[in-house]
């Protein structure tokens, strides 16, 4: 497995989340690296990307709210998500932007 994504729940609105997706060294050093989600009757969209050097780009729907970070000892990262909202909710997929996806993690927010 490429990329293992896990820590998707069940949270109330305002409140916090952190994802994880555990990466294959190989894909960890060399690709930029990020997450996606799909809510139920709609596309996949980027949420958050993060370059091998440290650079994020956020949608601007979450600026000022997720924050997306990569440990390199552990060759993992992680998107801290903050003041979540009911429309945040979705399945989060990791993924290297080229073939590898992780397997999804739902993350449910209640009004």
């Known amino acids: 497995v490429q990329l293992q994504a896990s820590g998707g729940g069940l949270v109330q609105a305002g409140g916090s989340l952190e994802l994880s997706c555990a990466v294959s060294r190989s894909l960890f050093d060399t690709y930029t690296l990020g997450w996606y989600r799909q809510a139920p009757g709609k596309q996949r969209e980027f949420v958050a990307s993060?370059?091998?050097?440290?650079?994020?780009h956020y949608t601007d729907a979450v600026k000022g709210r997720f924050t997306l970070s990569r440990d390199n000892a552990k060759s993992t990262m992680y998107l801290k998500m903050n003041k979540l909202k009911p429309e945040d909710s979705a399945v989060y997929y990791c993924s290297d932007f080229d073939s590898n996806w992780g397997q999804g993690t739902q993350v449910t927010v209640s009004s």
């Open positions: 993060i370059t091998s050097a440290g650079t994020t």
